[in-house]
C-alpha cells in the first residue's frame, strides 16, 4: 500500500483551480485595499510585520467587542482574515491554498509553509482571536512561525 493516496493529489489540485477559489483569491485583493484604507488605515508603515499584526488584532477587538457581537459571515471579519493571510505570506514565506473543509464546495482560505506543516485557517484564527480577546494571539503565531522561517532561509533556503 502506498503512503500517499494518489486521490488526495488530484482533490488537492482540483481545490486550488475551483472557480470558486479563484474568485476568493481575486476578492482578496480587493479586500486588502479596503482593509488598509478603510478599515485600519492606522497600520505602520511595515503593515507585513509583528507590529502590524498586533495593530491589526487589536483594531479587531475594537471593533467586535465580544465573540458573540460577530456575524460570521460579516464582510469585515474575512478582510481581518485576508490581512492575517496576507501577512504570513508576505513575511514568512506563506502560501495562500485552499483547504475546503467540511464543504469541498466552499473555499477555506488556508495558509501553508515550506517549512512546517502548520497550516492556519484564517478565519478560524480571526474566531480565535476574538475569542482569546489578550491582543497578542497573532503575534504569538507570527513570532513562533518567525523562528521556524529564520531557520529554514539559514538552512539556505531564499526568500522568494
Same mark, same amino acid.
Given at each position: 500500500?502506498?503512503?500517499?493516496?494518489?486521490?488526495?493529489? /488530484?482533490?488537492?489540485? &482540483?481545490?486550488?483551480?475551483?472557480?470558486?477559489?479563484?474568485?476568493?483569491?481575486?476578492?482578496?485583493?480587493?479586500?486588502?485595499?479596503? =482593509?488598509?484604507?478603510?478599515?485600519?488605515?492606522?497600520?505602520?508603515?511595515?503593515?507585513?510585520? %509583528?507590529? &502590524?499584526?498586533?495593530?491589526?488584532?487589536?483594531?479587531?477587538?475594537?471593533? =467586535?467587542?465580544?465573540?458573540?457581537?460577530?456575524?460570521?459571515?460579516?464582510?469585515? #471579519?474575512?478582510?481581518?482574515?485576508?490581512?492575517?493571510?496576507?501577512?504570513?505570506?508576505?513575511?514568512?514565506? &506563506?502560501?495562500?491554498?485552499?483547504?475546503? =473543509?467540511?464543504?469541498? /464546495?466552499?473555499?477555506?482560505?488556508?495558509?501553508?509553509?515550506?517549512?512546517?506543516?502548520?497550516?492556519?485557517?484564517?478565519? %478560524?484564527?480571526?474566531?480565535?482571536?476574538?475569542?482569546?480577546?489578550?491582543?497578542?494571539?497573532?503575534?504569538?503565531?507570527?513570532?513562533?512561525?518567525?523562528? #521556524?522561517?529564520?531557520?529554514?532561509?539559514?538552512? &539556505?533556503?531564499?526568500?522568494?
Amino acid at each position: 500500500m502506498s503512503a500517499v493516496d494518489p486521490s488526495m493529489s /488530484r482533490r488537492s489540485l &482540483g481545490d486550488q483551480l475551483a472557480p470558486v477559489w479563484v474568485d476568493w483569491l481575486a476578492y482578496k485583493t480587493d479586500a486588502l485595499d479596503r =482593509f488598509v484604507i478603510h478599515d485600519v488605515p492606522h497600520l505602520p508603515p511595515d503593515r507585513y510585520s %509583528e507590529t &502590524g499584526i498586533r495593530v491589526a488584532e487589536q483594531a479587531l477587538l475594537a471593533r =467586535f467587542t465580544a465573540l458573540d457581537t460577530a456575524d460570521p459571515d460579516d464582510p469585515l #471579519l474575512t478582510r481581518f482574515g485576508c490581512y492575517l493571510g496576507e501577512t504570513l505570506t508576505e513575511a514568512l514565506d &506563506g502560501y495562500w491554498f485552499n483547504d475546503p =473543509f467540511p464543504d469541498p /464546495r466552499l473555499p477555506r482560505a488556508t495558509v501553508r509553509f515550506l517549512y512546517t506543516d502548520v497550516r492556519l485557517c484564517v478565519r %478560524e484564527q480571526v474566531v480565535l482571536a476574538l475569542h482569546h480577546r489578550s491582543g497578542t494571539y497573532w503575534s504569538h503565531i507570527y513570532r513562533a512561525l518567525s523562528g #521556524l522561517c529564520m531557520s529554514w532561509w539559514e538552512s &539556505g533556503h531564499s526568500r522568494r
